[in-house]
């Protein structure tokens, strides 16, 4: 017999940006069913390489990553685990003269958003960082970015959201989607019908295929991360390295494993990917170069996910402009673990209040679409 559920907000998607959306709907007295296929962070949320910083965004994406900066701050507070969250400072490092001017220029248009960059050059590069390779220049230094570990901070928020009171429901697909004119209907095979007056699409990689059913196409391609780590090592890399450029990044967590990420592997299907072998040595090369204590480590593991990418390498974030009620919230190029609890609370507040006082024009859906703002329902509330 079929589960019927009626609720204000479903969610589809229990990454961090879906799970955090339901905590914060929960936090404000909303009630949410969130709707996971897998397992809450199992996908791009759980896999990614745990980067939390702000330095090297986009100028649009600051806002909500100093919102974002500041609910980390809060993290066992708001979902009982530190996440091995560390601020242990975001070095971006030069490669060439013409790296370092790059670095210089984002630092002047970043001065106003608090990011606090850093040039550290010349003799006083090598005095702070002996341990890096004679490839790196120079480098900025973002000293309140950090790391944390995806695999528990991500699960952690549903988990939170759950105590709260949110229904989420895992190992549960969304086969169906539709709206009847006045409320959302989910359907998930023969077990399970959602009718929601709010839909957040949080599905990732997959959520082009929702924004398509309501009539809001959108160019999303998908990308597969290399990652690997190494064996425990003694500590010697004291802040979380990023290039300009890209290329390569890298951090070490307390007990002395490496976390090293760079290039692309491949999807064996639309679900499932794998770290490619030429990559994964390419990245070795580039790691034993940058970070000579690595030329000796054994990698113990490496991995790969499916993550959900823009032409401009923006999210989309914010309501259709087809369909009243449902808002939009993928497509972060790799880079949503940082900003995904900020993006759930700016859902949550377009859920209840219809606007948000972070700034998200520049993630209207519209670029792809063309289409002019639709007008929206009024806010939700309990039922």
């Not at 990454?15 to 955090?20: C, K, L, Q, R, T």
């Not at 990614?48 to 066992?76: C, D, F, K, S, T």
């Not at 490092?93 to 670095?103: F, G, P, T």
């Not at 996910?305 to 808002?327: H, N």
Request: proline letters at 6%.
């Amino acid at each position: 017999m079929i589960e019927r559920l009626v609720t204000p907000v479903a969610i589809v998607g229990g990454g961090i940006v879906g799970a955090s959306a339901a905590l914060a709907l929960r936090r404000m007295g909303l009630a949410v069913v969130l709707l996971e296929r897998d397992f809450c962070g199992s996908r791009s949320s759980g896999v990614n390489y745990g980067g939390v910083r702000r330095q090297g965004r986009p100028m649009a994406q600051l806002p909500l990553a100093e919102r974002a900066h500041r609910i980390w701050a809060r993290l066992p507070e708001l979902i009982g685990i530190d996440g091995e969250y560390v601020r242990s400072g975001h070095l971006k490092l030069a490669r060439s003269e013409e790296d370092l001017a790059s670095l210089e220029a984002y630092r002047e248009r970043a001065r106003e958003h608090g990011l606090d960059l850093e040039i550290v050059a010349g003799h006083a590069f090598r005095a702070r960082y002996p341990w890096l390779g004679q490839r790196a220049l120079a480098g900025s230094l973002s000293p309140e970015d950090g790391h944390a570990n995806p695999r528990l901070v991500s699960p952690a928020f549903a988990r939170a959201a759950a105590r709260l009171g949110a229904d989420v429901r895992e190992q549960t697909r969304v086969d169906e989607v539709a709206h009847d004119g006045r409320d959302f209907v989910l359907r998930c095979g023969d077990r399970l019908e959602v009718r929601a007056r709010f839909l957040l699409n949080c599905a990732g990689a997959w959520a082009g295929a929702i924004a398509e059913r309501f009539g809001e196409p959108v160019p999303m391609t998908s990308g597969h991360p290399n990652m690997a780590v190494t064996e425990p090592l003694p500590l010697f890399m004291d802040v979380n390295i990023g290039v300009e450029g890209g290329g390569i990044y890298g951090r070490q967590v307390a007990r002395g494993n490496c976390v090293i990420g760079g290039g692309q592997g491949y999807g064996l299907d639309a679900e499932r990917a794998r770290p490619a072998r030429e990559a994964i040595f390419a990245l070795l090369v580039q790691a034993a170069e940058l970070f000579p204590e690595l030329r000796h480590a054994h990698v113990i593991r490496s991995w790969s996910g499916t993550e959900g990418y823009l032409p401009d390498r923006d999210p989309v974030i914010g309501f259709s402009t087809t369909t009243p009620g449902l808002v939009h919230a993928f497509g972060f190029a790799g880079a949503g673990f940082q900003i995904g609890p900020a993006v759930g609370e700016v859902l949550a507040e377009l859920v209840r209040d219809g606007a948000t006082p972070t700034p998200i024009a520049a993630f209207s859906i519209t670029r792809f679409t063309g289409a002019e703002r639709a007008a929206q329902p009024a806010a939700a509330a309990p039922r």
